[in-house]
T-cell receptor, first 113, second 113 residues
Framework: AQSVTQLGSHVSVSEGALVLLRCNYSSSVPPYLFWYVQYPNQGLQLLLK??????LVKGINGFEAEFKKSETSFHLTKPSAHMSDAAEYFCAVIHTGGFKTIFGAGTRLFVKA | DAGITQSPRYKITETGRQVTLMCHQTWSHSYMFWYRQDLGHGLRLIYY???????DKGEVPDGYVVSRSKTENFPLTLESATRSQTSVYFC????????????FGPGTRLTVT
C-alpha cells in the first residue's frame, strides 16, 4: 500500500532563507508525485508535479522538487523564502491508472521577518 | 472561467438535520472527489466519481451520500448530521484517466451543533 510521510508538521524559516520541506513515499513502483499548497481559508492548489522525465521539476512561485527514486523522496525547496510563502504544503502520490491520491499529513511553513 | 465552486461556504446546522453541500465544475472533468479536512487527520477521501452515475466509497463514507446525475455537479449529502461531521469539506476534480493533478474548490466549513 502506498503511503506518504512528511517530516515535520511545522517548519519555521526566516525571510530570505532556504526552504526545505521533506517528503518520502512508500510504494512498490514509482508513483506520480505532487506538491500542493493551501493558503488560509482556501482549497489546495497544485504547486508542481513529477510524472516522467526530468527528475528536477520546477513549479510556481520559485519552488522546485527533485524526485530521487533510490531514496523514495520528493523534497520541496525554494532558495529564498518570502513572507507570502507562509502556508500549508501537502505532498501527494498516485499510481498510474489509479483513482485515489494519497496525501501526506501536511507541513505548515512559517516565515519570520 | 469559474473553475470549481462550492456552496455554501459556511454552514451551521443542528444534529440530526439533513445537509447538502454543492459542488460545481465548469471544465467537464471526468473525475470528482469529496474530502474532509480535520486537524490531526489531514485530508480524508469520502467519495469519488469517475463519471456521471458512477460513484464509489473512499476512506470515510459512513453518514454521507453522493450522487452525480450530471458531469458538472457532485453534491454531498449528510443524511443525519452528527457533531463528528463538523469539518471543512473540499470538492476536487481531475480531468481524466491520463491526467492526475486535482483541482480543488474553496471549501465549505460545516459546523454541527
Amino acid at each position: 500500500a502506498q503511503s506518504v510521510t512528511q517530516l515535520g508538521s511545522h517548519v519555521s524559516v526566516s525571510e530570505g532563507a532556504l526552504v526545505l520541506l521533506r517528503c518520502n513515499y512508500s510504494s512498490s513502483v514509482p508513483p506520480y508525485l505532487f506538491w500542493y499548497v493551501q493558503y488560509p481559508n482556501q482549497g489546495l492548489q497544485l504547486l508542481l508535479k513529477y510524472t516522467t522525465g526530468a527528475t528536477l521539476v520546477k513549479g510556481i512561485n520559485g519552488f522546485e522538487a527533485e524526485f530521487k527514486k533510490s531514496e523514495t523522496s520528493f523534497h520541496l525547496t525554494k532558495p529564498s523564502a518570502h513572507m507570502s510563502d507562509a502556508a500549508e504544503y501537502f505532498c501527494a502520490v498516485i499510481h498510474t491508472g489509479g483513482f485515489k491520491t494519497i496525501f501526506g499529513a501536511g507541513t505548515r511553513l512559517f516565515v519570520k521577518a | 472561467d469559474a473553475g470549481i465552486t462550492q456552496s455554501p461556504r459556511y454552514k451551521i446546522t443542528e444534529t440530526g438535520r439533513q445537509v447538502t453541500l454543492m459542488c460545481h465544475q465548469t471544465w467537464s472533468h471526468s473525475y470528482m472527489f469529496w474530502y474532509r479536512q480535520d486537524l490531526g487527520h489531514g485530508l480524508r477521501l469520502i467519495y469519488y466519481s469517475a463519471a456521471a452515475d458512477i460513484t464509489d466509497k473512499g476512506e470515510v463514507p459512513d453518514g454521507y451520500v453522493v450522487s452525480r446525475s450530471k458531469t458538472e455537479n457532485f453534491p454531498l449529502t449528510l443524511e443525519s448530521a452528527t457533531r463528528s461531521q463538523t469539518s471543512v469539506y473540499f470538492c476536487a476534480s481531475r480531468p481524466g484517466v491520463s491526467s492526475y493533478e486535482q483541482y480543488f474548490g474553496p471549501g465549505t466549513r460545516l459546523t454541527v451543533t
